[in-house]
């Protein structure tokens, strides 16, 4: 049964292009969470995700940054005309819905994104 | 404001040294605590859930307890692969089902 799988695991961008981060939940799982993760400091909560809808972007910054979670692909993170403030690891992790309710997420390997 | 605190931000223990790591956390109404290891250059690993105050859990050299202010991660006899870091987390009940992370404690046992 295969984890999170995330991709790419190293993205490497210059300033003011784009990065998409892609992120396919574990089989079964339907709530697909992204978070960011910048050296020596915790996980911050991005977005959280079901299939077609975006149940919670609160954690996601207006501008620039989108997710989406279609009926059919991986969820994807995307960041337009990066700068160099978004480097860092981003984390994908998904939850069953019984889970949703027990808290235990699965994590990706992560996604670590560097902004030249 | 930070909701989720941990200390010490890094802990040294030799093998066999036993100690605790520490979670407070300033929520309006806890949905859930959770606990979560890390290692380098990997994704966070769910370890424990605990609901309400006076519940413990056990998993192996770990033991996870909750008050109503804090939780502490009581690690016996530690062994070098127990070396991680270990993060804390919150769900509140009024804030959906986003889980607010501490910064973690990263943990060394030296051999």
């Known amino acids: 049964n295969a984890g999170v799988m995330q991709n790419p695991r190293h993205l490497v961008r210059r300033r003011g292009q784009e990065a998409r981060l892609r992120c396919s939940p574990m089989k079964g799982h339907s709530h697909v969470y992204w978070y960011r993760q910048l050296p020596e400091e915790g996980l911050k909560f991005m977005v959280y995700l079901q299939k077609e809808n975006i149940i919670d972007e609160s954690g996601m910054p207006k501008e620039r940054f989108s997710a989406e979670f279609p009926k059919e692909g991986p969820s994807i993170l995307r960041i337009q005309q990066v700068v160099r403030g978004d480097s860092a690891a981003y984390f994908c992790a998904s939850s069953s819905q019984t889970a949703k309710n027990t808290g235990e997420l699965f994590f990706g390997e992560g996604s670590r994104l560097t902004v030249l | 404001e930070d909701q989720v605190t941990q200390s010490p931000e890094a802990l040294r223990l030799q093998e066999g040294e036993s100690s605790s790591l520490n979670c407070s956390y300033t929520?309006?109404?806890?949905?859930?605590l959770f606990w979560y290891r890390q290692d380098p250059g990997k994704g966070p690993e769910f370890l424990f859930t605990?609901?309400?105050a006076g519940e413990e859990k056990e998993k192996e050299r770990l033991k996870a307890t909750l008050t109503k202010k804090e939780s502490f991660l009581h690690i016996t006899a530690p062994k070098p692969e127990d070396s991680a870091t270990y993060l804390c987390a919150v769900q509140e009940r009024t804030g959906g089902f986003k889980t607010i992370f501490g910064a973690g404690t990263r943990l060394f046992v030296k051999a």
């Open positions: 929520v309006s109404g806890l949905r859930g």
């Open positions: 605990l609901y309400s």
